[in-house]
Nanobody, 125 residues
């Protein structure tokens, strides 16, 4: 059964850091781009970062560029999102997702068809 499970969220003060993990099972992670998305209360889900199947291509939304780093360890079937210098506006539920099509880098929300359950990130003093 295909599954994506996020972990690592929590409460952190502004300026702090968190590392999110996305553990994949039920499919060959090596073949697929993975994206990280977030949804704040009352807002639409937005894409914040994506990584190609081999990890050689990464993309970021302007709002997180320079603060967040996406990476993957295909041997561990896990994709990470390192989040530094967190701001209150980063507060949201964070989701990872698997691309629809293997071996293609996509970042748009409609390019993904399998989603994790999400992990809450709250940035507050």
């Amino acid at each position: 059964q295909l599954q994506l499970v996020e972990s690592g969220g929590g409460l952190v003060q502004p300026g702090g850091s968190l590392r999110l993990s996305c553990a994949a099972s039920g499919f060959t992670l090596d073949y697929y781009a993975i994206g990280w998305f977030r949804q704040a209360p009352g807002k639409e889900r937005e894409g914040i970062s994506c990584i190609g199947s081999s990890g050689g291509v990464t993309k970021y939304a302007d709002s997180v560029k320079g603060r967040f780093t996406i990476s993957r360890d295909n041997a561990k079937n896990t994709v990470y999102l390192q989040m530094n210098n967190l701001k209150p506006e980063d507060t949201a539920v964070y989701y990872c997702a698997r691309a629809r099509t293997p071996l293609r880098i996509v970042c748009a929300l409609d390019g993904y068809n399998y989603w994790g359950q999400g992990t809450q990130v709250t940035v507050s003093s």
